[in-house]
């Protein structure tokens, strides 16, 4: 049975930093590509970064660029999302997925076979 659990949500104020991670179990994790997506309230969900199995590729979405670095350590299946200079526009729920079949866009939802239930991330301004 395929899980991934976020952790590390939490109130921070504004300027400051927080550091996610994705715990998997169930899957080859180290052949997966892993994501981070968040969604405000009110807004679709949207890409935030994605790793590849090999760890040298990395992708950010504009909006968190120089701000955030995703990174992954395969010995203990966790994927993790550091979070620096958070702004209040942050704020959402962050939620970490896992693709199995390397798909080609990251920054594609579709592309992912697996979805954790999301950690709540709050920047007061």
């Known amino acids: 049975q395929v899980q991934l659990v976020e952790s590390g949500g939490g109130l921070v104020q504004a300027g400051g930093s927080l550091r996610l991670s994705c715990a998997a179990s169930?899957?080859?994790?180290?052949?997966?590509?892993m994501g981070w997506f968040r969604q405000a309230p009110g807004k679709e969900r949207e890409f935030v970064a994605a790793?590849?199995?090999?760890?040298?590729?990395?992708v950010y979405a504009d909006s968190v660029k120089g701000r955030f670095t995703i990174s992954r350590d395969n010995a203990k299946n966790t994927v993790y999302l550091q979070m620096n200079s958070l702004k209040p526009d942050d704020t959402a729920v962050y939620y970490c997925?896992?693709?199995?079949?390397?798909?080609?866009?990251?920054?594609?939802?579709?592309?992912?076979?697996?979805w954790g239930q999301g950690t709540q991330v709050t920047v007061s301004s």
């Open positions: 169930g899957v080859a994790f180290s052949t997966y590509t």
């Open positions: 997925a896992a693709d199995a079949a390397y798909g080609t866009y990251v920054y594609q939802e579709y592309i992912y076979d697996y």
């Open positions: 790793i590849r199995p090999n760890v040298r590729i990395t």
